[in-house]
């Protein structure tokens, strides 16, 4: 079945340093897919989702590029703020079924000053 | 900006006891979804459904039942309620054209 690997589980980082939290997934369908951010005591919310295969999309400073070469897609930022703390999670989309969503296990980012 | 609404928002409730939780969304969206959060799991899928009357089963269903009565709102039933199923809950809608899940804020339900 459709997986999502997200390697990091803690992530912790200086204020302006970049980070590059990594995404991989298994799947036999056309993949599509997210990253959603999940602060504190609130609930996940789209961060960004994939375009065409090599293709970057972009959000609030945040990056990432599909690569179905290496089932990878992987969110950067070049500069990370107090405010990018957060739970982020990567979600695969089967696509030929109707929107069900796979998530990974998630990563939390930790930004001090 | 869509709208999914969950109640309550928090829930005790012993072994073996009856529990509903509730979901309405207002944004006409066909797709509902029942997903549970647990530290080092990530986002789990529980029940979903393509509209009023249709029930998918998802990743980890055991031990709980939905039902989707309209096409706003979307029930999850916890029968016998276990201390396995202490958890967050998280309903979600989407639109199938966008393929963007719109979250609730959860509802935080302890079993002793």
């Known amino acids: 079945g459709d997986s999502v690997t997200q390697t990091e589980g803690l992530v912790t980082l200086t204020k302006g340093l970049p980070v590059m939290l990594n995404c991989t997934y298994q799947?036999?369908?056309?993949?599509?897919l997210f990253w959603y951010v999940q602060h504190l005591n609130e609930a996940p919310k789209l961060l960004l989702k994939?375009?065409?295969?090599?293709k970057r999309t972009e959000h609030q400073g945040f990056y990432a590029t599909l690569h179905k070469s290496s089932s990878s897609f992987h969110l950067q930022k070049s500069s990370v703020q107090l405010s990018d703390s957060a739970l982020y999670f990567c979600?695969?989309?089967?696509?030929?079924?109707?929107?069900?969503?796979?998530f990974g296990k998630g990563a939390k980012l930790t930004v001090s000053p | 900006e869509a709208a999914v609404t969950q109640s309550p928002r928090n829930k005790v409730t012993v072994t073996g006891g009856n529990v509903t939780l509730s979901c309405r969304q207002t944004?006409?969206?066909?797709?509902m979804y029942w997903y549970r959060q647990d530290t080092g799991h990530g986002l789990r899928l529980i029940h979903y459904?393509?509209?009023?009357?249709?029930?998918q089963i998802g990743d980890v269903p055991d031990g709980y039942k939905a039902t989707r009565t309209t096409q706003e709102d979307f029930f999850l039933l916890l029968e016998l309620a276990s201390p396995s199923q202490t958890s967050l809950y998280f309903c979600?809608?989407?639109?199938?054209?966008?393929?963007?899940?719109?979250f609730g804020a959860g509802t935080r339900l302890s079993v002793l």
């Open positions: 994939s375009s065409t295969d090599n």
């Open positions: 459904s393509y509209g009023a009357g249709n029930l």
């Open positions: 979600a695969l989309s089967d696509g030929g079924t109707g929107s069900k969503l796979s």
């Open positions: 944004n006409s969206h066909n797709y």
């Open positions: 979600a809608s989407s639109d199938y054209s966008q393929n963007t899940l719109y």
């Open positions: 799947t036999t369908y056309s993949p599509f």
